[in-house]
């Protein structure tokens, strides 16, 4: 598992691997950056689905509630086919303006 940190944001990926075990080094290494926001990078995997996406809703939520951003980034699966919850964006940059919006919305009490 790759964490790569910039400023108050660390993005997370891996390749070779499948996403159920790249969830399980995920939450393993969570305790590590879990007072960064986080962008998971999923572009290393081929097929994903729905349902591979929902898998991090928990993790999400969670995250969310400690006051920070939690962006999965993929262009295999629609953002319409997932609960809104979930913040899911096609590249790495609109994972970036997403997590900057954010964070003017908690500095803003929004």
């Not at 305790?31 to 995997?45: E, V, Y």
């Not at 349902?51 to 928990?58: A, K, P, R, S, V």
């Not at 809104?84 to 790495?92: M, N, R, T």
């Amino acid at each position: 598992m790759i964490f790569d940190k910039e400023g108050i944001t660390t993005t997370v990926f891996q390749e070779n691997i499948s996403i159920s075990t790249f969830l399980e080094n995920f939450k393993n290494g969570y305790s590590k950056i879990k007072n960064d926001n986080i962008i998971i990078n999923l572009f290393s995997f081929d097929k994903l689905t729905k349902n591979d996406i929902l898998e991090f809703l928990t993790v999400s939520n969670e995250h969310k509630v400690l006051g920070k951003s939690f962006v999965l980034v993929t262009d295999k699966v629609s953002y319409d086919d997932i609960p809104e919850e979930i913040s899911l964006v096609p590249s790495i940059q609109e994972a970036k303006d997403i997590i900057e919006m954010e964070e003017i919305e908690r500095d803003l009490g929004i």
